[in-house]
């Protein structure tokens, strides 16, 4: 906004009036001083030019002096003073192009300072101003909570004067010091001393600030921001390593960068396979598993065999409680809390119904009814109805793998370890997630749906497609009807953290997260706890945290699922049969439709059993349970795993593709 005091109008302030035209300005004129000093008032201009070629009019200096003292953040141009006469419109133009670009934005921007510095004192940041010569001008409140000062009690003083924290490396300040005499910005991790004495890690940033010239050194100052915001763990870790870079030679430096590298990628824990002409089976299996496949773009739709979910057969619909168990079925049970335990005895004794019996005894040992506070009636239908939506067609995925798995799981729990880390209500949870955590699995793989163009995989974003659904389908089972809903005694919150685990553990069975939760767990539970000097108080903190707890439930589930490897020799050799029949029909509907094979080596024709075995356990399995194994102590099963890999290797050796030797 430009006042134009110009007593008379001629071509100089008819030339300014055009060019506020043409630069967008709003303009005003005043004749005389008193109108101007009214305008001065009553607007803020941002701009007064004043005409002072006739000193007869009036006097331009007074009117400055007196305009300036009201309106101390306008700029005052006096012409010729200023500006010498010259009414061509570009150079009014040009004018007050200039004024605007340099003194005018720099009085806006002191127009602004007492909100600048209401800013800085509302701010959470801790902010520090100094000298150049390092004396505080100013510190934020923010500044003097975090450091413990009272308000006022450091402005004046030398930092010099302010205790610094024996945690930094000797030669940080000195690195920062020349870093800010270069007129960079210093930005990394500093340990600040509070004036109780402590270090606090803080990220901090150090800016140079030159005042208005550059070269008046007598401005400059320097603003720290000691950033205290809520921080990813990974930007710290990522800061600190950017700090540790800087004092670093060369080749540690640049080992650092290509740490960053790999830390700025999402994928943390998947491992990266090399080349393609690794093994096959690994290849396949990991292709297969760990990958969502080829996204095809003509949607061909894998039909379910059922949209309903099914409903209990009515040879189960008879009232059946754990009194009543046919003997010859109890009786295959007797020794369900060893490791050794034969599902497939009870598979059938039970008719392929495994999952109801066993369910209704294991849960019963456990007291989940009584934790559930649910009668046992509730209990046995819902088992009835879980079971009855496992496909019993499949031959790896139906409910004699559920009812093994919650076999693992129960056996697992029992380990003291496994115990003392969960409460009641994470047994509980792994034993509902491990009951229900392939719940309706169509017999194909994430990948196959995926490319398919599956209703399910479109539904749940070809993301954990199937874990997607196990979980959800248990939950609509469950609480659809009263007759079966095991939760409907539940207090809320009870339910909502019990619902949360059980959700969990069921997404961690997904493969494409193998390596992440194995990594975890070992990194959070188990070298930590190798780490510790045994005492009971740190071993009981790691293995009781709530964030451990979820390590040590996936970990657990994960097991659990995969543990058919781990059995005993003619277990793992049935299991491995089951698996396999399953992936080869798998190719089989593949090369029908005309899908992508996902995994080429588990075609029936050619498929060596024994070495996509190997393959299995050398890639997912021997890692995981020595880490299971280290902290559950589980010497039988990696006992098992032990005569297991032997096995498919000697049958490898005799180049056999088979199950076993002799096939019958
Ligand atoms: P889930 O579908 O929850 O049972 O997840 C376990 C995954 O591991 C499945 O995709 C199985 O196909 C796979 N798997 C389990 N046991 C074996 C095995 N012995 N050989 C190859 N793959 C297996
Ligand atoms: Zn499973």
Redesign the pocket.
């Known amino acids: 906004h430009v006042l134009l005091v110009f007593a008379k109008e001629d071509s100089q302030s008819n030339g300014f009036c055009w060019a506020c035209e043409k630069a967008n300005f709003r303009c005003s004129v005043a004749r005389t001083p008193e109108s101007a000093l009214e305008c001065f008032m009553d607007k803020q201009h941002d701009l007064v030019i004043i005409d002072h070629r006739h000193s007869r009019h009036f006097d331009a200096e007074a009117l400055c002096r007196v305009g300036a003292g009201s309106m101390c953040d306008t700029v005052f141009i006096v012409c010729p003073q200023r500006f010498v006469e010259n009414s061509n419109m570009m150079a009014c133009y040009n004018e007050l192009l200039q004024l605007e670009h340099g003194e005018v934005r720099a009085q806006v921007k002191l127009r602004a300072g007492n909100a600048i510095f209401m800013a800085l004192d509302q701010s959470q940041e801790a902010i520090e101003i100094t000298s150049e010569d390092q004396v505080i001008q100013y510190v934020n409140p923010a500044y003097e909570s975090i450091m413990g000062y009272q308000p006022g009690e450091l402005l004046g003083k030398e930092i010099i004067e302010v205790p610094k924290s024996e945690k930094n490396k000797p030669d940080l300040l000195e690195t920062i010091n020349s870093c800010i005499r270069k007129g960079k910005e210093w930005q990394g991790i500093y340990y600040a001393k509070k004036k109780n004495g402590d270090s606090v890690q803080q990220n901090v940033k150090i800016t140079p600030v030159i005042g208005q010239g550059g070269s008046q050194r007598r401005h400059s100052s320097m603003a720290r921001i000691h950033s205290m915001t809520i921080e990813a763990p990974i930007t710290k870790v990522i800061n600190i390593i950017n700090a540790a870079q800087e004092s670093s030679p060369m080749p540690v430096a640049e080992a650092l960068d290509r740490v960053l590298e790999i830390l700025r990628t999402t994928e943390l824990y998947s491992p990266q396979l090399g080349t393609k002409d690794e093994d096959p089976h690994t290849n396949d ?1 990991v292709g ?2 760990m990958t969502d496949g080829l996204r095809r773009l003509s949607g061909n739709e894998y039909i379910f065999s059922t949209k309903q979910p099914h409903h209990i057969p009515s040879h189960l619909t008879t009232p059946l409680s754990l009194n009543d168990i046919p003997p010859r079925i109890a009786q295959t049970m007797e020794n369900e809390d060893s490791w050794d335990f034969d599902i497939f005895n009870l598979e059938a004794a039970t008719m392929k119904r495994p999952l109801t019996f066993l369910g209704l005894k294991i849960f019963s040992r456990f007291g989940v009814c009584e934790f559930l506070n649910c009668p046992e009636a509730t209990l046995r239908s819902w088992l009835q109805v879980i079971e009855a939506n496992y496909h019993s067609t499949n031959s ?2 139906n409910s004699s ?1 559920a009812a093994d ?1 919650l076999h693992a799981t129960a056996y697992f729990l029992c380990k003291e370890r496994v115990k003392q880390s969960l409460d009641p209500i994470d047994e509980v949870a792994a034993l509902i997630a491990a009951t229900v ?2 719940v309706d ?1 169509p017999g194909r ?1 994430n990948s196959f749906l995926c490319n398919a163009g599956s209703e399910l995989a479109i539904l749940y974003n070809d993301t954990a497609v ?2 997607s659904h196990h979980a959800a389908l248990a939950f609509q089972i469950t609480t659809r009807d009263d007759k079966c809903n095991i939760f409907k005694n539940m207090e809320r919150n009870e339910y909502r953290t019990l619902r949360q685990a059980i959700i969990d553990m069921v997404l961690a ?3 494409t997260k193998h390596f992440e939760h194995v990594n975890k767990f070992v990194n959070s539970i188990n070298k930590p706890l190798a780490a510790g000097n045994g005492d009971e108080e740190s071993v009981k903190s790691i293995l009781t945290s709530p964030e451990n707890r979820i390590l040590v439930k996936r970990m657990l589930i994960k097991c659990a ?2 543990s ?2 781990c059995r005993p020799q003619e277990l ?1 050799i049935e ?2 049969g089951r ?2 029949e ?2 080869f029909a798998q190719t089989d509907e593949e090369k029908r439709q005309g899908l992508p094979v996902v995994m080429p080596v588990f075609d029936r024709n050619t498929c060596s059993i024994p070495k ?2 190997i393959s ?1 356990i050398d890639y ?1 399995i021997t890692d995981m349970f020595d880490a299971w194994d280290a902290f559950a102590d589980l010497p039988n099963l990696m006992q098992h795993l032990d005569n297991n890999f032997k096995y498919w290797k000697g049958l490898d050796e005799r180049k056999l593709h088979s199950l076993r030797p002799h096939p019958e």
């Open positions: 299996l297969g598993l790896y995925h793998h798995v955590h392939d699995h793989t199937l874990e069975t997904e493969m699922d995969i058919n490897p793992c299991w491995a698996i396999s399953e992936y996509s075995q299995f997912f």
